[in-house]
């Protein structure tokens, strides 16, 4: 009795044990697509989790993917345009998060408006 007892427990600490790495593993991959007729500069995205340097993106072009721990469908994105800088500023993160071990692109465009918070929009395509 005690040699089944102790393999029912050695089993449910393995399957456990492997649930958590896969999980811990489960990421978000997300590239930038610049569909704006302007370039980018010093792009920084924070998808609740810290700021993720993109660098630089010229009109019409995308970015390589990055890993994320997690993601929305939304996100803080600050950037310049000819030296000035425009932000989405989310106001919380109290959505649904993103699948992982999926791929996502977040396409931002801008307007010709000059305001800081209002220039840039981003939307969300599911690769």
Known sequence: MKKILILVISIVAIISCSKDD?????????????VSQYNFQNIIVNT??????????TSGQKTPYKDFEKAYSYAFVELEINGKTYTIQPIDWDTESLSANRYYTYQID??????????????LIEE
């Open 22 to 34: 896969n999980d811990k593993t489960a990421r978000v991959m997300i590239r930038l697509s610049n």
């Open 110 to 123: 801008a307007n010709d408006s000059q305001n800081q918070y209002t220039r840039l929009s981003l939307s």
């Open 48 to 57: 609740s989790t810290g700021r993720v340097n993109f660098n630089n993106l």
